[in-house]
């Protein structure tokens, strides 16, 4: 499980980043999306992985997990995709206005 | 409770209201959005002036929003610090806003909104207490700020916005990678909470702590635009419109802010594991950025570039007294912060009457059409080239020399003197450069249609007497300052009133 986890966020974060550090902004949405779900699989993880366990006091049930990560995660979720909406519309206004993708706003020099 | 208690939460409560004000009242009612963007701004003024003068007397507020007790829910506290930032935020942005009400709102619909929200995230993120709360503060004072940038539109500003868009939100998930370690070590968020759980933790964390530490450093220095981060900030402040780059020169300061807050309560002498660990870093860093940002300076085309640079540079100098993480140091920096904001809103604001007064916008440094006011424009920017300099009789040189006095008589002492000075001249003669080129190698004729400054220049003026009166008060400020960075390097007294200890 934490060996499974660890690779998924590894995997998320080094196909965000090969992906952000491209010159076109769609593959620089893409990438900045896909380095926030490996952060927000991190921040999960930090609430400690423990399998079938409540995140709310029962009477009874005495094996609790720490219910802050996933609230902070949710908050994060939420701005993310504020954000990348927000930035879609700007790359779509980049291509309306300047007329090409680049992340420079110009072509670079053949 | 008394309407006093709840001073802590106006800062956000008021520009939060306005901003929802004026999005709901969209549509041609700008003077409606204009009266209301005053009323909450000179509001906010008031309250932190307020604020300012209870956390100096000693006091130090803190709110419960949720009412529970410490350590759980989000407080906000109001420290010497905090007040300190909220005076200076809420002086740069009535002159912005007063500036941008003669005209310059005018380019589109929601220009007084995106500036309420951007007072909304900034105060917050000076008051809150809580690092997740402050990440969140972050995105408010983020998203507002890049539609205030883009605000007017254009090809500049939209490649601008971009670069800067994509930079924060990477630097955005830095931050919860940062502020998500830290919560795995210890526990907590609160601020006061970690302080005290990191001070306890086994040697073994040691690395996990500073890891986490030096993640929220870089993700601050994005914010505070120090050497290897820097790159954004000239294009970005160069392109954006005169109000709006003259109320970005606090956002800078937020990443400033961050660090001294942080960095002293969190990973301080008495952290344990995480103790000091940007005290060898902080200061290299900062004297590096300086020496680039000088250089810079020196070589940019345009006026509004050298003013970013410059702003830059007064980053590199501000931080270079903080790294040396003494009494003195911190109290001559944020001296030194209050003035070089308002100096560098002042140029910016300069550097547009300049530009209008030109023709086609243009403040690039060649040759141009005379200027029809060059008696009050010259004299504005004469004043701020003084200020930003550091030469006598301004604020700007109280502050350099508080901080080369408070800079030790060991070698990292003597490298602050010679780069700070060095720089200093550098920065003299470039901005001298600027100011013969500007007003004194120009056509003999006007530009056609150039028009006055009238109203514009009464918000730059105010300005300018904000610096004189803080050269004038030098001594109540300072040893404000003094107090506050008292208060910073002991924190038992900020974790206590947090935590609700005995």
């Given at each position: ?8 966020i ?57 219910p ?43 | 409770?008394?309407a ?14 306005a ?88 380019r589109?619909?929601?220009f ?45 500003r ?27 070590v210890?526990g ?103 020496f ?102 301004l ?8 901080i ?99």
């Amino acid at each position: 499980m934490a060996f499974l986890m660890a690779s998924a966020i590894g995997v998320l974060v080094a196909a965000g980043i090969f992906l952000l550090l491209r010159a076109r902004t769609f593959p620089v949405i893409l990438g900045l999306s896909l380095l926030s779900y490996g952060v927000n699989l991190f921040l999960v993880t930090m609430g400690r992985l423990r399998g079938g366990s409540a995140p709310i006091l029962v009477a009874g049930v005495t094996d609790q997990v720490d219910p802050l990560p996933q609230a902070l995660v949710l908050t994060a979720i939420v701005i993310g995709f504020g954000m990348t909406a927000f930035l879609v519309v700007l790359a779509l206004r980049a291509r309306l206005t300047l007329g090409n993708d680049h992340v420079d706003g110009e072509e670079p020099d053949a | 409770m008394s309407a006093l208690s709840h001073l802590a939460i106006l800062p956000i409560l008021i520009p939060l209201v306005a901003g929802l004000i004026c999005v709901l009242a969209r549509g041609r009612l700008r003077p409606l959005h204009r009266a209301v963007s005053l009323v909450s701004t000179l509001a906010v003024l008031g309250v932190a002036v307020a604020l300012a003068v209870r956390t100096g007397a000693g006091e130090l507020l803190v709110y419960r929003p949720g009412a529970w007790p410490g350590p759980y829910g989000i407080v906000l506290v109001a420290d010497r610090l905090a007040a300190l930032m909220l005076v200076v935020t809420a002086m740069v942005a009535l002159a912005a806003m007063l500036y941008a009400t003669s005209g310059g709102d005018g380019r589109g619909r929601h220009f007084h909104a995106f500036f309420q929200l951007q007072l909304v995230g900034l105060n917050g993120a000076f008051l809150t207490g809580d690092l997740f709360n402050l990440f969140v503060f972050f995105e408010i004072l983020l998203i507002a700020s890049y539609c205030l940038l883009l605000y007017g539109g254009g090809e500049r500003r939209t490649k601008a916005a971009l670069h800067y868009v994509v930079l924060n939100l990477a630097g955005s998930a830095l931050f919860l990678v940062g502020v998500g370690t830290l919560y795995g070590v210890t526990g907590s968020l609160n601020m006061a909470d970690v302080a005290v759980r990191v001070a306890l933790l086994p040697p073994t964390d040691a690395a996990l702590v500073r890891g986490a530490g030096l993640l929220l450093l870089v993700v601050f220095g994005l914010k505070a635009a120090v050497m290897p981060l820097y790159f954004w900030l000239p294009n970005a402040y160069a392109s954006a419109t005169a109000p709006v780059a003259a109320l970005f020169a606090i956002m800078t300061k937020v990443g400033v802010y961050c660090i001294v807050r942080v960095f002293t309560l969190i990973f301080g002498p008495l952290a344990g594991p995480g103790a000091d660990t940007i005290l060898p870093w902080l200061l290299p860093i900062a004297l590096v950025t300086q020496f680039v940002a000088y250089g810079g300076a020196f070589a940019a085309r345009g006026l509004r570039r050298q003013i970013g640079y410059l702003l830059i540079a007064s980053v590199g100098t501000m931080l270079a007294a903080i790294g040396l993480f003494t009494r003195d140091g911190i109290a001559a920096g944020l001296y030194y912060l209050i003035h070089s904001t308002l100096t560098v809103a002042v140029l910016f604001l300069v550097a547009d009457l300049l530009a209008r007064q030109r023709g086609a916008d243009t403040d690039r440094l060649i040759s141009g059409p005379r200027l029809i006011e060059p008696g009050r424009i010259g004299t504005l920017f004469f004043i701020g080239a003084i200020a930003v300099v550091g030469l006598p009789p301004l604020a700007g040189f109280l502050g350099k020399a508080q901080i080369l006095a408070a800079a030790p008589a060991t070698a990292s002492g003597w490298w602050l003197w010679a780069v700070t000075l060095t720089g200093s001249v550098i920065a003299l003669v470039a901005i001298t450069r600027a100011g013969v080129v500007l007003f004194w190698q120009t056509e003999s004729s006007p530009a056609p249609a150039a028009p006055r400054t009238q109203g514009r220049a009464l918000p730059v003026i105010g300005l300018v007497a904000a610096l004189l009166a803080l050269t004038v008060l030098a001594g109540p400020v300072t040893s404000f300052t003094t107090a506050a960075a008292d208060q910073l390097l002991q924190p038992a007294g900020y974790i206590s009133s947090v935590l609700g200890g005995p």
